[in-house]
């Protein structure tokens, strides 16, 4: 099985198609791999020549007589397939493909590529490509590219889908002298995309930030995960391509008529915690500026300038890009007047004026830093021969040495200042020609930030029911389907919303006159009629709703009516019948809540306003399904209504924002419980009189999804909780506990059983003794990734205080590889609650999971101390090594 770590740190490179021909790809490629000839060994392969560049050379690659880390590929497409069935039998970890000619070529290249990967897939030889630039290592002088560009080491990864576009930006990178740690095309991403690229520089020490090029994500699962899990320590900064592309609209929803597949990229980036940049520019500047420890904790900034005109420019695009102008505290207007001239600007921006000395400067600079209203600083030079730019640009550097709040600086002007442009990079302060793309890069900065704090607050618990019967709605939609339609009718819509106690305004479907004034006598009057079709998405396109019918004779008129005038309008439609609803006598909002299948990211969820409107004034937001409080919060208050709901519009009162959260979480868990739905929209979620109403539903099947059932959750690019693994137990002592996977929610339950450890447990734990923890910590804790990790805790009741409570009593926890081959596992048990199984039972756990994942083996690092520990690995099976102060535990898992 090759590995992707071995192919991009290669000891032995194998140049499949390499030339000594005058401008030919395989020339490039040799001459380029040959800048590292110190670092490694390098085959050329050509069944034509003996020598290269004055390297024995090898007919096959079977020939070479060492094992082979890295094949680069170089030949005509049709050969292709041939030379990685070859690369596969002699153990070749991985191959990149810089041959073109595949699907971006029509049938016949498809065929080729579907050949390739039938032989990766049976091999697992990883493989970059085909029809990719290769990759660039400065750090190792790995250049496995045919480009002339050679950049040196630096911090920032770049990914690029696009070759041509890549070395392109990759050129005029080196031409800025901008440094890398990586450069990878992906071609055609058969096997290698952006989520393993991610997961390798994750952990790459040399990486400091990730930038990508993305057209189309590919392997949307594993990006999302990869992203997730590095976005908090490594910034990921991504220039997708297609904004205003338009996509196939063929929708049957309001949602899937407004959630475009740009606007999906941006829900799922944010989910993940990577920062989107529309410009090749931006890639960079957010690269050098992303630092955890420097992000902003706000929006509002301090300009410090010595011309009025920029502090002008400055002002309108912190404005332009939803920043806020700083208000200086009087504390800093009196240090200010007191030690700059009478004519000063009095304000944020604080203009020096054009002959301020280097004093000036520095004061007004470190006043405004210091400023409690400040977040972050500006600091603007105009060259007006007074000061000499480098004279000001070191006395900014020294004052940014002790800095805790972002610092940015605009030298503006060319020859003169590019000297003190240089001490500014020299000294990791960024810098700039003007003052928009400063502010530009400061809003992405604070965006980042907002959006992992946001990613990761703590949500509320909620009281949803995260196992509601669902079996009978697996059979309506069965049913339907049989029956040859794609769309429930409203009595099964009723159903689904039933289910997951969604609120709904009362109504039932009537075949007949009769029936329906038996319906409004029992849900009350007045009533609307609503014409029920699956030929007719929008009802009140052809006049199918009709409102205010206050008693039966006024109902049998209409009713009739109704069936005549939709027959005439649209004579072909199938008439179900007439639903009969209660009719709500005020409305004060009128919402939608939707959802449809992405063809990349699958599931997504659209909350936005709603009724006859929505797709005209299009104020809505997108996220992806599972919701939990927290991330319903923020998808509303994406929207413009959200003002409204929360604080209240003219007469109309705000509503309980929990109460609709709630809705959503329940909405998002039938859509994650249910991948038959292709298409949903509850349009208008009405709010009335203080409570939240389904009003009219529709729900379209996926006619591909079998029913079968599927713990894999295809249609979700992000896992949802396992509760599979809910399980009651029994301690030894008759003690009932609930042993699950660990959710958001637990952050307080966790930190007061982290405090609740003893001194010993708490070392044999985390190796030191932690009596508490911050936030960033817990989140780390509680908010993870199911694909990839996995927590389970136990819990339990105590009554020892006035009420009852839940209480956390231990947790185990397994955290895989990024090839999820392998894992770590720990375990803690409060120690009240040691000896009673506990531990043996958590740890049986993450085998069960391991095993279910497919994981190769689990380890873990246990003091030698620990005896109860290494006692319980033994019994349960697991391999004990001592190594110094350590002991190894590791239990094999694929017999």
Avoid at 544 to 554: A, F, K, Q, R, W
Avoid at 704 to 718: A, D, N
Wanted: one cysteine or more; charged letters at 25%; hydrophobic letters at 40%.
């Amino acid at each position: 099985m090759g590995t992707i770590e071995k192919m991009l740190s290669p000891k032995t490179v194998a140049a499949i198609g390499a030339s000594e021909a005058e401008g030919s790809v395989g020339q490039a490629l040799m001459k380029n791999l040959l800048l590292g000839k110190e670092k490694r060994t390098i085959y050329p392969v050509n069944p034509n020549r003996t020598t290269i560049m004055g390297l024995k050379c090898y007919p096959d690659i079977t020939k070479i007589p060492s094992h082979v880390d890295l094949a680069v590929i170089a030949t005509p497409a049709k050969t292709v397939p041939g030379i990685i069935e070859e690369c596969a039998k002699a153990g070749v970890d991985g191959a990149v493909i810089l041959s073109a000619g595949f699907k971006e070529i029509g049938a016949e290249g498809a065929k080729l590529e579907e050949a390739i990967k039938a032989i990766q897939s049976k091999h697992q030889i990883r493989i970059l490509g085909p029809n990719c630039v290769g990759i660039l290592r400065p750090q190792i002088a790995l250049n496995a590219t045919f480009l002339r560009d050679n950049p040196v080491p630096g911090q920032i990864a770049f990914i690029s889908q696009s070759g041509a576009l890549g070395s392109a930006i990759l050129n005029w990178a080196v031409s800025n002298r901008i440094g890398f740690s990586m450069f990878a095309s992906l071609g055609s991403t058969l096997d290698i995309g952006y989520g393993d690229m991610i997961d390798y520089l994750g952990e790459d020490p040399n990486t400091r930030s990730i930038i990508i090029y993305m057209e189309d994500v590919h392997f949307a699962r594993k990006f999302m995960s990869a992203a997730k899990g590095f976005a908090r320590t490594k910034p990921i900064i991504v220039l997708k391509a297609g904004k205003h592309a338009a996509g196939a609209k063929a929708a049957s929803s309001h949602t899937g008529a407004l959630a475009g597949d740009f606007l999906v990229y941006d829900a799922a980036f944010r989910r993940a915690g990577v920062v989107r940049v529309d410009e090749i520019a931006d890639l960079f500047n957010c690269a050098e500026v992303l630092e955890s420890r420097l992000l902003p904790a706000g929006p509002r900034l301090g300009v410090v300038t010595n011309a009025g005109g920029p502090a002008v420019l400055a002002a309108d695009a912190i404005i332009d890009h939803h920043g806020q102008l700083a208000e200086l505290s009087d504390k800093s207007i009196q240090v200010l007047n007191a030690n700059l001239p009478p004519y000063w600007s009095h304000g944020n921006p604080v203009d020096v004026l054009g002959d301020a000395d280097v004093k000036k400067y520095e004061l007004a600079a470190s006043t405004v830093m210091a400023d409690p209203n400040v977040d972050g600083l500006l600091v603007i030079y105009t060259p007006q021969g007074v000061t000499p730019p480098t004279e000001v640009a070191q006395a900014i550097t020294k004052l940014a040495e002790n800095r805790r709040k972002p610092l940015l600086t605009v030298w503006m002007g060319e020859d003169s200042v590019r000297e003190a442009r240089q001490i500014f990079r020299s000294n990791g302060i960024p810098t700039y020609a003007t003052p928009e793309d400063a502010l530009r890069t400061y809003m992405y900065m604070y965006q980042y930030r907002r959006s992992l704090d946001l990613l990761y607050q703590t949500p509320q618990e909620l009281p949803v029911d995260l196992a509601p019967p669902k079996n009978h709605l697996k059979i309506i939609i069965r049913k339907t389907k049989d029956s040859g339609r794609n769309a429930l009718t409203q009595a099964d819509v009723d159903r689904f919303l039933d289910a997951y106690n969604i609120p709904r305004v009362k109504g039932k479907l009537a075949k007949d006159a009769d029936q329906a004034v038996m319906i409004a006598s029992e849900v009350g009057y007045p009533v609307v009629l609503k014409i029920s079709s699956q030929d007719i998405l929008h009802k009140t396109d052809f006049g199918g709703v009709v409102p205010g019918i206050e008693n039966s004779d006024s109902l049998r008129e209409q009713y009739k009516s109704l069936l005549e005038k939709i027959k005439k309008a649209k004579p072909e439609a199938k008439i179900d019948g007439v639903y009969v609803q209660k009719m709500l006598k005020k409305i004060d909002y009128e919402l939608i809540l939707g959802s449809k299948k992405d063809r990349d990211f699958g599931a997504v969820i659209l909350f936005g306003s709603g009724g006859i409107g929505v797709e005209l004034f299009k104020d809505f937001s997108v996220g992806l399904p599972p919701l939990n409080q927290t991330l319903s919060r923020r998808i509303l208050e994406e929207t413009i209504i959200y003002q409204a709901l929360s604080k209240g519009l003219r007469n109309k009162p705000p509503i309980d924002l929990r109460s609709l959260e709630e809705i959503m979480v329940r909405f998002s868990n039938m859509i994650v419980d249910l991948p038959e739905i292709a298409e949903m929209d509850i349009n208008p979620l009405a709010v009335s009189e203080g409570k939240l109403w389904a009003i009219d539903a529709r729900i379209i099947i996926d006619p591909t999804v079998t029913g079968r059932k599927s713990e894999s959750y295809p249609h979700l690019v992000t896992m949802p909780y396992p509760s599979k693994y809910v399980t009651p137990w029994r301690l030894k002592d008759g003690n009932e506990v609930i042993l699950r996977p660990i959710r958001p929610e637990d952050e307080p339950m966790e930190l007061e059983f982290i405090k609740g450890l003893s001194t010993e447990t708490s070392r044999y734990r985390f190796f030191q003794i932690i009596k508490d923890l911050p936030h960033d910590a817990l989140v780390r804790f509680c908010n993870i990734d199911y694909d990839r990790e996995m927590a389970f805790i136990a819990e339990t009741t105590d009554t020892d205080g006035e009420r009852a409570r839940r209480i956390e009593i231990g947790v185990s926890r397994l955290i895989l590889d990024p090839n999820k081959k392998r894992g770590e596992f720990a375990v803690v048990i409060a120690d009240k609650y040691q000896g009673k199984g506990l531990g043996t039972k958590l740890v049986d756990m993450l085998i069960e999971f391991a095993r279910d994942k497919d994981v190769e083996g689990i380890y873990g690092v246990i003091m030698s101390g620990n005896m109860a520990m290494i006692r319980l690995c033994e019994k349960l099976g697991f391999t004990t090594r001592r190594e110094q102060d350590s002991v190894m535990s590791e239990l094999k898992l694929n017999y």
